[in-house]
C-alpha cells in the first residue's frame, strides 16, 4: 500500500536558502512521499518567494501591512494552513513569534531553524546577526544549528538536532553564519524525515 504523501507548508520571511534545500531534498527523494503545498510569506519581495515559484509551489503573503493586527494576521495563516490540509509546518527563516492557537492546533508539527546550540542563545532577541555577533562577542569557540519543535516559549520546544560547527578566532558574524547556515541546511532533510517518522505523519 503506497504511503500517504506528507503536506507541508513552509513560512518563510527572507531569502530562503532552508526552503530551496528542502525543494531539492524533496524533488531527490531524499525526503520521500512529501510535498510542499504551500509557501507563507510575512515579505512580499522575500527571495523566498522566487524560489517557489520557480518550482511551481504556490504562496501566499501575509503581512503586517495586509493584516495590521497581529491576531488577524494568525487567523489567516491558520486558514491557509487548513485549507491545505498541512500536515507539518517548517519555519525556514520566518520572523514572527506563532500565537498559542497556531502552535495548539499543529502541536508537535511545527518545527524551526535557530542559529545556535539551543538551550544557548535562544530567545527573544537572539535571532538572524545577532545571535552570531552575540556568540562571537562571548568568545565561544564553537557554534551551530539546531531545529526543534515550536512550543508555546521562544526557542524553548524539544530538540530535534543539532550539529557543531568551530567559531574561529578571525571570525565575524557574516563568516560564521555562512558556516552555520551551511549545517542547518545538512540538518534539514534530517530534521523533517526524524519528524515524520516520530509523528507517524
Do not use: F, W
Request: hydrophobic residues 40%.
Amino acid at each position: 500500500m503506497k504511503k500517504k504523501q506528507v503536506r507541508i507548508s513552509v513560512l518563510v520571511s527572507g531569502n530562503g536558502s532552508n526552503l530551496q534545500v528542502l525543494i531539492d531534498a524533496i524533488e531527490n527523494g531524499i525526503v520521500p512521499n512529501a510535498k510542499i503545498v504551500q509557501v507563507i510569506s510575512s515579505n512580499a519581495s522575500a527571495y523566498a518567494v522566487e524560489r517557489a515559484q520557480n518550482h511551481d509551489i504556490p504562496v501566499n503573503i501575509i503581512t503586517k501591512h495586509d493584516y495590521a493586527d497581529i491576531r488577524d494576521r494568525m487567523d489567516a495563516i491558520l486558514e491557509m494552513l487548513q485549507l491545505e490540509n498541512t500536515d507539518l509546518v517548517v519555519l525556514a527563516g520566518y520572523l514572527s513569534i506563532l500565537p498559542q492557537k497556531v502552535i495548539k492546533a499543529y502541536e508537535n508539527r511545527i518545527i524551526n531553524i535557530h542559529p545556535a546550540l539551543l538551550p544557548k542563545y535562544g530567545g527573544k532577541e537572539c535571532y538572524g546577526m545577532k545571535v552570531h555577533e552575540r556568540i562571537i562577542e562571548a568568545g565561544e569557540t564553537e557554534s551551530g544549528a539546531t531545529i526543534h519543535y515550536v512550543d508555546e516559549g521562544i526557542d524553548t520546544g524539544k530538540i530535534i538536532v543539532q550539529g557543531v560547527v568551530p567559531v574561529r578566532p578571525s571570525d565575524t558574524a557574516e563568516l560564521l553564519k555562512e558556516r552555520v547556515l551551511k549545517k542547518e541546511h545538512e540538518l534539514l532533510p534530517i530534521a523533517v524525515n526524524q519528524v515524520i517518522k516520530e509523528q507517524m505523519l
